[in-house]
């Protein structure tokens, strides 16, 4: 079954006219989560009101807020805590990296990424006054995620090494936060990365892993083909919560007490190396498999739920080594 497609609760933004923050912080304070950090302009009855990121706007009932451009419009709700832990929080990502920094040539805000101009060169109808813009200057509404194959797939630039010395094949696997302007998953502590990284030697065997990491049960206990990956060599990037009552892990019940177990998301510009040795199969030439997949909900749960979420594969790559 396919998820219902979801209206982004952003198409109410354009009444948004401050987000509060806390001076100390520049965050939220974590008592006003979502709306309660906003304030909206309310028109009267019979009345609209609009408020836009352009300074040109014909007076009526459109206006102009430079909010509307600025990555704090979405900081209210894109920061949680619940239960004095923060559970998402890519506003606070995004302001503790270079993206943030006005001053560096890297400096882009959320709406730079999520909301790019799609070329058009007007969004008003001309025969109603609307102006040709320059279409770089034009926010698109596509709210760019998970449903964009090609925004995820860019997201991050993976490489990695194979060599073979002796009787050990050394594969080493570095994921670059390279295009995500926050952690990498953010938000929902549901998302997650695998990494899988498997050898093989010319018969298709796999090679015995010698040393490195294996992914852990709750990527899955079964079949790889049907996306089972726990006790593979690889690697998973997750904020992982354990609800405190029950002591279960990983937990999407954020609305309860939880606490953050481990966290190896890989934050913006930032990258995440892992290595892992395989047994060499003597003087013949072996194949490594290294496949990254962007998970959107553990995969336990997605059975327990009945959700068919199929795995986005965002990176693939084969290498002979001898
Ligand atoms: C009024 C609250 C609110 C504001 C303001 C807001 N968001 Fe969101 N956003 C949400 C919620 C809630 C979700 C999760 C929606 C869901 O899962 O159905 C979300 C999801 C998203 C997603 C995931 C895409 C998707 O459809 O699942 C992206 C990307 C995003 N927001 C970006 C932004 C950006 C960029 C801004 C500022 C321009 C912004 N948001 C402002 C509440 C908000
Ligand atoms: C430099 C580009 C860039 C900037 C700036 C940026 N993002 Fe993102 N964002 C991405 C990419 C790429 C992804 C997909 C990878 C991921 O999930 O981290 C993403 C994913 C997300 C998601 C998760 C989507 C999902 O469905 O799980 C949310 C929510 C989000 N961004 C919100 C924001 C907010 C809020 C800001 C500003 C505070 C922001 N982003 C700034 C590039 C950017």
Not at 118 to 142: M, Q, V
């Amino acid at each position: 079954m396919k998820p219902a497609a979801r209206k982004h609760p952003h198409l109410d933004s354009n009444k948004i006219w401050n987000v509060i923050l806390n001076l100390e912080t520049d965050l939220p304070y974590p008592n006003n989560p979502g709306v309660l950090s906003l304030e909206f302009l309310r028109p009267p009855p019979g009345h609209q009101v609009f408020i836009g990121p352009y300074d040109d706007v014909a007076p009526g009932e459109d206006t102009y807020s430079p909010l509307q451009s600025e990555s704090q419009l979405c900081a209210a709700c894109h920061f949680g805590v619940f239960s004095d832990t923060v559970i998402y929080n890519s506003f606070g990502e995004w302001k503790n990296s270079e993206y943030a920094d006005p001053n560096s040539v890297l400096y882009q805000t959320c709406q730079d990424c999520h909301m790019p101009p799609n070329g058009t060169d007007h969004f008003a109808l001309l025969s109603e006054g609307g102006l040709i813009r320059d279409p770089e200057s034009i926010a698109s509404h596509k709210m760019l995620g998970i449903t964009d194959i090609d925004f995820m797939r860019d997201s991050v630039s993976l490489t990695a090494d194979a060599i073979v010395e002796g009787d050990s094949l050394s594969v080493t696997v570095n994921i670059r936060n390279s295009q995500t302007g926050h952690h990498i998953p953010t938000d929902s502590p549901l998302r997650h990365l695998i990494l899988v990284v498997r050898a093989f030697d010319d018969n298709g065997v796999p090679l015995d892993l010698v040393a490195g990491s294996q992914l852990p049960d709750w990527t899955g206990s079964g079949d790889p083909e049907t996306g089972n990956y726990a006790g593979l060599p690889g690697e998973a990037y997750a904020k992982v919560l354990e609800e405190v009552w029950s002591q279960q892990s990983p937990s999407g019940s954020y609305w309860n007490q939880t606490r953050i177990l481990s966290d190896n998301r890989i934050p913006a510009l930032e990258t995440a190396q892992s290595s892992y040795t395989f047994q060499a199969p003597g003087n013949k030439t072996s194949l490594v498999k290294i496949q990254l997949y962007y998970r959107r909900a553990f995969i336990e749960l997605q059975n327990l739920k009945g959700w068919k979420l199929s795995d986005l594969l965002i990176s693939d790559k084969s290498m002979m080594v001898k």
